[in-house]
Antibody
Framework: QVQLQESGPGLVKPSETLSLTCTVSGGSTKSYYWTWIRQSAGLGLQWIGRIHSTRGANYNPYLKSRVTMSVDTSNSQFSLKLNSMTAVDTAVYFC?????????????WGQGTMVSVSS | EIVLTQSPGTLSLSPGERATLSCRASQSFSSSYLAWYQQKPGQAPRLLIYAASIRAAGIPDRFSGSGSGTDFTLTISRLEPEDFAVYYC????????FGQGTKVEIK
């Protein structure tokens, strides 16, 4: 059974870069699209973007200039970097699996990790 | 961007009653790319329905989805105590966007 687990800092200072990692257990990262989604009271559920080990990355147009995603198939992990953090970026961040077709629902979710932006 | 608007914001019902949740899109898209999720407090969303009407693995048949174009519906035929939660629709045709959610609460 595939499981996802986010890891990273719970607190980030304004203007700094958030770095989160998702570890995939029970399966390989070589297929499927690996996604980051965040949730806050202000923005609701927001898709940040996705990455595939061979097909590259796609990002939310509203966040594209600030986002970088990568995947490490040897360690079954994928990562998110979001720069120029502000209070608006305070949210629960989920790592999520999307099916391999390119247009699929999100079938497996991590438990989420709370990230606060504050000095 | 496809904007999804869910209604009502809150649905107050009793166990055993039928729940009907609506999701309306700002532009038409293929029903193949509409999903519904359930979220309980402190948990991640859980996939219920994909392709507008196909139940995900392990989802009870009291959950059903329908619709096409710009109007989609999630129906829970008879509410069980564990069904009181927030429900989100999501499209995956163009980029990915979610509705703002409908809370199903105990009356």
């Amino acid at each position: 059974q595939v499981q996802l687990q986010e890891s990273g800092p719970g607190l980030v200072k304004p203007s700094e870069t958030l770095s989160l990692t998702c570890t995939v257990s029970g399966g390989s990262t070589k297929s499927y699209y690996w996604t980051w989604i965040r949730q806050s009271a202000g923005l609701g559920l927001q898709w940040i973007g996705r990455i595939h080990s061979t097909r590259g990355a796609n990002y939310n147009p509203y966040l594209k200039s600030r986002v970088t995603m990568s995947v490490d198939t040897s360690n079954s992990q994928f990562s998110l970097k979001l720069n120029s953090m502000t209070a608006v970026d305070t949210a629960v961040y989920f790592c999520v699996r999307e099916g391999s077709s390119g247009k699929d629902a999100f079938d497996i979710w991590g438990q989420g990790t709370m990230v606060s932006v504050s000095s | 961007e496809i904007v999804l608007t869910q209604s009502p914001g809150t649905l107050s019902l009793s166990p055993g009653e039928r729940a009907t949740l609506s999701c309306r899109a700002s532009q038409s898209f293929s029903s193949s790319y509409l999903a519904w999720y359930q979220q309980k407090p402190g948990q991640a969303p859980r996939l219920l329905i994909y392709a507008a009407s196909i139940r995900a693995a392990g989802i009870p048949d009291r959950f059903s989805g329908s619709g096409s174009g710009t109007d989609f519906t999630l129906t829970i035929s008879r509410l069980e105590p564990e069904d009181f939660a927030v429900y989100y629709c999501q499209q995956y045709d163009t980029s990915r966007t979610f509705g703002q959610g409908t809370k199903v609460e105990i009356k």
